[in-house]
């Protein structure tokens, strides 16, 4: 089965261990992601005041383009998913503002697209009972804390994936894939985001509060969806280190390289040399890897 | 600090733009402090969320335009989630940031972001940033 696929710019580079990770865990449970033709960038941020159409024409032209093909459209970051799936639900729900944004991109898409994030395909699609079934190499004695920040959930009327305040969806997932999932109480915060570019630290700050809460409440590793979320926490880890008397760093990896690594995928395949923070050291440890 | 509020204060017409461009009815906040709670953000902003509303709501526009709020403001709609009125807060900050981005007035030159950081982050965030800090 071939699932239509929106990488965005950032998963064909800076985060390609994300999407190759996904690629060949898709696989290994028996669908292809299979990348949309002709696709341009989202636009990495929703804008959020209303009057501002010009900026929802870039995501409504991938949205249009991928309906021309198909059904749906999967995305794996969290930022993606949230530009998209908010310009869909513009799309669909409001009528004079899209008569207006495909004026501008010359087309009539209606909205009936169904946009879904990877871990929806995981869960709903396929089920994690199966991907349980298929679990090769378990992830036993791994205690692994999901982070999801801001875009995956927010807001909730138009994401929708999982409870805002008290998701589950990744911790279900760890779970089975066999490893202990930690819950921490600051997975739902902000990672500083953009301010990378202006405020280095807020970003060492939110970043630092996020790593060492989970440390806190045991995790020996970090698993995020966005690869902005996974930029910040790494390059945030040595300032948090020497400012956090008795914290060592963590590991920062995205949930479908333990994924992949559990479905029994080859770990050199999996990106984690692209990982500024090793977490290999620590699979080894753990007898996960070898 | 003494506050002299006036009719014309109140009524300001860049107010009432900044309803519009925001989609933020002001009033509509009853300043209980959740937004403020929850922003991750608080610490570092000059006036923080909910007192951005009050300010706007008793027409004390130069003082929050003038703030650094809207400018470290990271969008996480955390306000949004939190508040009881169904406020967004994140959308009067992004307002206030398209009231100076409209009149060319930009928050960062590009030459100025440092090379490193082009190279090495994520494309999102240079989109998104560039989104939020130049016209
Ligand atoms: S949470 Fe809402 S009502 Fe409460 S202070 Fe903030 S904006 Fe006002
Ligand atoms: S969107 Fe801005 S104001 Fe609202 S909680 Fe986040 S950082 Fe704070």
Redesign the interface.
């Known amino acids: 089965m071939k699932i239509p696929y929106y990488p965005?710019?950032?998963l064909n580079?800076?985060?390609k261990g994300f999407e190759t990770s996904a690629k060949e865990a898709a696989l290994s449970i028996g669908f292809e992601l299979a990348e949309m033709p002709a696709w341009n960038?989202c636009?990495?941020?929703f804008?959020?005041?209303?009057?501002?159409l010009i900026?929802l024409s870039a995501p409504a032209k991938v949205l249009s383009s991928a309906r021309k093909t198909g059904e749906s459209l999967t995305t794996l970051?969290s930022?993606?998913y949230n530009v998209l799936k908010r310009t869909n639900s513009v799309m669909k729900n409001d009528r004079e503002k899209r008569a207006v944004i495909n004026g501008f991109i010359e087309t009539d898409y209606d909205g009936s697209l169904n946009v879904t994030h990877f871990l929806e395909i995981l869960r709903d699609n396929i089920g994690f009972d199966k991907v349980k079934a298929a679990v090769k190499q378990p992830l036993t004695g791994l205690k692994a804390a999901a982070y999801y920040g801001?875009m995956l959930l927010?807001?909730?009327e138009d994401m929708g994936i999982d409870d805002?305040?008290d998701p589950v969806v990744m911790e279900n997932l760890l779970a089975a894939l066999g490893a202990e999932a930690i819950k921490s109480p600051n997975r739902i915060?902000?990672c500083?985001?953009?301010?990378?570019?202006?405020?280095e630290d807020?970003v060492v700050?939110?970043s630092g509060t996020i790593m060492t809460s989970a440390v806190r409440n045991g995790a020996e590793l970090i698993v995020t969806t966005c690869?902005?979320c996974q930029?910040n926490l790494e390059k945030s880890q040595s300032r948090v280190a020497s400012d956090t008397p008795g914290y060592a760093g963590i590991p920062i990896v995205y949930f479908t390289q333990m994924l992949g690594l559990a479905l029994g995928q080859d770990v050199d395949t999996l990106g984690f040399d692209k990982n500024i923070w090793d977490a290999r050291p620590l699979l080894r440890k753990k007898g996960i890897i070898k | 600090m003494k506050i002299k509020l006036t009719k014309g204060a109140i009524e300001n017409p860049l107010i009432r733009q900044l309803e519009r461009v925001s989609g933020e009815e002001l009033k509509r906040c009853y300043q209980c402090g959740k937004c403020s709670a929850g922003c991750p953000v608080t610490f570092a902003m000059e006036i923080p969320p909910s007192q951005i509303m009050r300010f706007l709501q008793i027409g004390m526009m130069d003082d929050v335009m003038k703030a650094n709020s809207m400018w470290v403001c990271v969008g996480c709609l955390q306000c949004y989630a939190r508040c009881p009125q169904s406020v967004s807060v994140a959308n009067v900050l992004e307002g206030l940031r398209q009231l100076h981005l409209r009149k060319g007035e930009d928050r960062e030159q590009i030459k100025d972001v440092p090379f490193p950081f082009l190279k090495n982050a994520p494309q999102q965030a240079i989109v998104c940033g560039f989104r939020k800090f130049v016209s």
């Open positions: 965005g710019c950032t580079t800076v985060a960038c636009g990495a941020t804008p959020l005041t209303p009057d501002n900026a970051c930022v993606c801001c927010r807001p909730f805002a305040e915060e902000c500083g985001a953009h301010l990378a570019m202006t405020n807020i700050k939110l690869p902005l930029y």
